[in-house]
């Protein structure tokens, strides 16, 4: 590993925040997903979870729209949604989904500076009524138009970088959050799952 290549896989890891994590429930298009990582990755986001309970498992997704962000996350996949939520329950404090309902909160008065987990439903129906009952409460993104929804990628993009907004004012970003044990178990699989060299990659 050439020294350039390691301060860059230091410097991405000293802005990884442990403490915020995407859920996306029984999202079809992977090509969705994969936008979705890319966002996450952006934003210094290492663990997602890929909740299916409805469709298949997903064995691959959309490269492109990715630009391999897949390869540097952690992803962890579940079918069962009772699991999914015990193992948020023990990394966050907070699980909020993005539904509509009378009692959802808009995006910006939510603290996501906290542990929190965002859930994000499919293309058709939205977040599952099991997992937004599971949740500790709903948000939506303020909207002024007919068609009160967004694409989910364009709508979780649109949340992270609020949450991104609001971690950089906290300084969050100040200083590498994850644990001594945390980083050089990512790292290590990093330089395994990635041997050729970092991309240049641009948005």
Not at 18 to 40: G, K, Q, W, Y
Not at 68 to 78: N, P, R, V
Request: charged share 25%.
């Amino acid at each position: 590993m050439t020294p350039e290549r390691k301060k860059r896989l230091q410097d991405v890891m000293n802005k990884r925040q442990p403490d915020l994590t995407v859920v996306m429930e029984n999202v079809f298009d992977p090509h969705n997903i994969s936008a979705v990582m890319r966002t996450c990755d952006a934003v210094g986001i290492q663990e997602i979870f890929i909740l299916n309970t409805q469709i298949p498992t997903h064995r691959r997704w959309g490269k492109k729209s990715s630009s391999s962000a897949s390869k540097w996350l952690t992803i962890h996949q579940f079918t069962d949604i009772e699991a999914c939520f015990a193992l948020l329950r023990k990394r966050y404090d907070k699980i909020y989904t993005t539904k509509l309902s009378d009692r959802a909160r808009p995006l910006y008065e939510i603290d996501l500076t906290e542990k929190v987990a965002l859930v994000f439903g499919n293309e058709k129906d939205g977040v599952s009524e099991e997992a937004s009952a599971a949740a500790d409460g709903n948000f939506i993104i303020p909207q002024t138009g007919i068609i009160r929804s967004l694409n989910i990628s364009v709508a979780c993009a649109v949340t992270l970088y609020e949450a991104f907004r609001q971690k950089s004012l906290a300084g969050h970003y100040d200083h590498p959050r994850l644990t001594s044990d945390m980083q050089q178990d990512i790292l290590t699989r990093w330089k395994l799952d990635n041997p050729d060299p970092l991309e240049d990659e641009t948005a």
